[in-house]
């Protein structure tokens, strides 16, 4: 599979030259023909767009943000989601045109997949939960098989400390929430270091632990299009879209993105992914002890996020809460909750 280069950004908002004109001359260099209609799909990080084309099929072209990832690492993206399809797991992933899956236009690097209609799933549905770990197992299983070589890891530093530090350098809190959601960030991330247990004793298992495998990274409801059961004709079921995010990282961060509500709530719709995921491979129960690291280092990579990506005016426009005192000194409330979570005793199923 050939990837071509990925070209410099064209501008300082290199979206701003990503027209819908821009979008069909792409597709149709690949030989997709729209018939004009296009409408942007739910995405911050890329932009994406489900095109109709001339024939009535519809695809879902991906242009990907310039900068963030390089030829290779997106490389690793295709290649995991064909090695999933090989597998027969349900994960959509780009069609290959002109014998290559990443394409090069006026600057964007793109892609092309089918289209896939679905909603998201019902996860207050034991059944549902059980299906989606299932085909969370066998995700799993083929990205076990092999690592990523040039993808990032999921681990304390790049998520966490790495975001504390850039956050701080680059004065992105105002002073007067500064001191306190610093604080806390410093006090949750020597927590995870440090293994907190609700005994205030050093746990025997930590994130540097757990065996690292390639993952979706970003297993959350919105990623998973659900389709009705049909089990007379064996259709129906989860799509996983969305593998921008894939990296290296332990097995339980794919699950506990789908977990909601109270302690209670959250132990059964465990048990029920875990009913489904140990059908088809095992699952190391030390993992749980990572879900709030897992929950708290997302918190603080999130807001690191917004702030990099504050330049691109559609973050403006979708988050005009971040970056108010108000925003922070919430941020510092969620914290010191999570500091309190880290302290108690893991879920269990």
Not at 135 to 151: D, M, N, S
Not at 204 to 211: N, Q
Not at 250 to 262: C, F, I, K, N, T
Not at 310 to 336: C, H, K
Request: with cysteine.
């Amino acid at each position: 599979m050939t990837m071509p280069p990925i070209a410099d950004a064209p501008s300082a908002h290199p979206y701003e030259q990503l027209t819908p004109d821009v979008v069909l001359d792409a597709l149709a260099a690949v030989g997709l023909y729209g018939d004009g209609r296009l409408t942007a799909l739910s995405s911050y990080e890329n932009r994406v767009y489900q095109v109709f084309l001339e024939d009535g099929e519809r695809v879902v072209a991906k242009f990907y943000r310039p900068g963030r990832w390089s030829t290779a690492q997106i490389g690793e993206e295709h290649a995991f989601s064909a090695q999933l399809e090989a597998a027969e797991v349900p994960a959509v992933g780009p069609l290959t045109l002109q014998g290559a899956t990443l394409h090069q236009h006026a600057g964007f690097a793109f892609s092309v997949s089918p289209w896939r209609g679905g909603r998201r799933p019902e996860l207050d549905d034991f059944e549902v939960l059980e299906w989606i770990g299932r085909f969370l197992a066998r995700i799993h299983t083929v990205g076990a098989a092999q690592p990523f070589v040039t993808r990032p890891q999921l681990n304390l530093q790049s998520f966490g400390q790495d975001s504390l530090d850039w956050l701080l350098a680059q004065q992105m809190i105002p002073l007067e929430a500064e001191t306190a959601w610093r604080s806390a960030c410093e006090q949750a991330l020597a927590l995870i270091a440090g293994r907190a247990s609700s005994r205030n004793e050093m746990l025997p298992f930590g994130l540097e632990d757990a065996k690292q495998i390639r993952l979706h990274g970003d297993c959350h409801p919105g990623n998973i299009l659900w389709t009705p059961l049909d089990e007379a004709h064996g259709t129906g079921g989860p799509h996983f879209v969305d593998l921008d995010d894939a990296r290296m990282g332990p097995a339980v961060q794919d699950l506990w993105m789908l977990l909601s509500g109270d302690r209670r709530q959250r132990t059964q719709q465990l048990g029920a992914l875990l009913d489904g995921y140990e059908q088809f491979r095992a699952f190391d129960r030390r993992e749980l002890v990572l879900i709030e690291p897992l929950r708290t280092l997302r918190l603080i990579h999130y807001s690191a996020w917004l702030a990099r990506r504050w330049e691109d005016p559609i973050f403006a426009i979708n988050f005009p809460w971040f970056g108010s005192p108000d925003y922070w000194r919430g941020q510092t409330d969620m914290l010191v909750e999570q500091i309190e979570a880290m302290q108690e005793a893991p879920l269990s199923a």
